[in-house]
T-cell receptor, first 115, second 108 residues
Framework: GAGVSQSPSNKVTEKGKDVELRCDPI?????LYWYRQSLGQGLEFLIY????????KSGLPSDRFSAERTGGSVSTLTIQRTQQEDSAVYLC?????????????FGPGTRLLVL | GQSLEQPSEVTAVEGAIVQINCTYQ??????LSWYQQHDGGAPTFLSY????GLEETGRFSSFLSRSDSYGYLLLQELQMKDSASYFC?????????FGKGTRLHILP
């Protein structure tokens, strides 16, 4: 596609429920990143994929968080047993590694609210 | 550890020039990027420096000094639409690290 897309754009869920967030990166981009941004805060790195593998999972805040990427394209971020502190905007970005300049292109984000 | 430091807020007057600084400490360094984010929007790429010196793109310029682990974003002829948060990001080793962002307030 023309840009990074994410779905859903907004998600309201009850505490304890599981949620799945989807990211469709720009076609051909091998690198995919997930970030979390709380209101008025900076970007918190969650996980990075190179192809289908995740060489860096260091940012996942707990074992309730997991992510996968299949076919080197679409990625899903899953949050199990959601907590109120999980409420944030979850941003996905993709980039094409290979050149000396790595520009990340961000999706519009998924706004998650846990009640 | 790895970290990026940038001011949390900066205020400037419309038409003026403002500089947003960023210092970093990372294992490995491949480049410094700047992103702009308006309220409610996603970050968008502004500039990238891999080598020392000044890169100019229209009203925006970015500077890097690798020996000082320091860079800055320079915004000239400020317009009200420039009111946003600005993030520096450093690519080190296998991932990119973002700073916490600088909120730019522009006064008329």
């Amino acid at each position: 596609g023309a840009g990074v897309s994410q779905s859903p754009s907004n998600k309201v869920t009850e505490k304890g429920k599981d949620v799945e967030l989807r990211c469709d990166p720009i076609s051909g981009h091998t690198a995919l990143y997930w970030y979390r941004q709380s209101l008025g805060q900076g970007l918190e790195f969650l996980i990075y994929f190179q192809g289908n593998s995740a060489p860096d999972k260091s940012g996942l805040p707990s074992d309730r968080f997991s992510a996968e990427r299949t076919g080197g394209s679409v990625s899903t971020l899953t949050i199990q047993r959601t907590q109120q502190e999980d409420s944030a905007v979850y941003l996905c970005a993709s980039s094409h590694l290979g050149g000396s300049q790595e520009t990340q292109y961000f999706g519009p984000g998924t706004r998650l609210l846990v009640l | 550890g790895q970290s990026l430091e940038q001011p949390s807020e900066v205020t400037a007057v419309e038409g003026a020039i403002v500089q947003i600084n960023c210092t970093y400490q990372t294992s490995g360094f491949y480049g410094l990027s700047w992103y702009q984010q308006h309220d409610g929007g996603a970050p968008t790429f502004l500039s990238y420096n891999a080598l020392d010196g000044l890169e100019e793109t229209g009203r925006f310029s970015s500077f890097l000094s690798r020996s000082d682990s320091y860079g800055y974003l320079l915004l000239q002829e400020l317009q009200m639409k420039d009111s946003a948060s600005y993030f520096c990001a450093v690519r080190g080793d296998d991932k990119i690290i973002f700073g916490k962002g600088t909120r730019l307030h522009i006064l008329p």
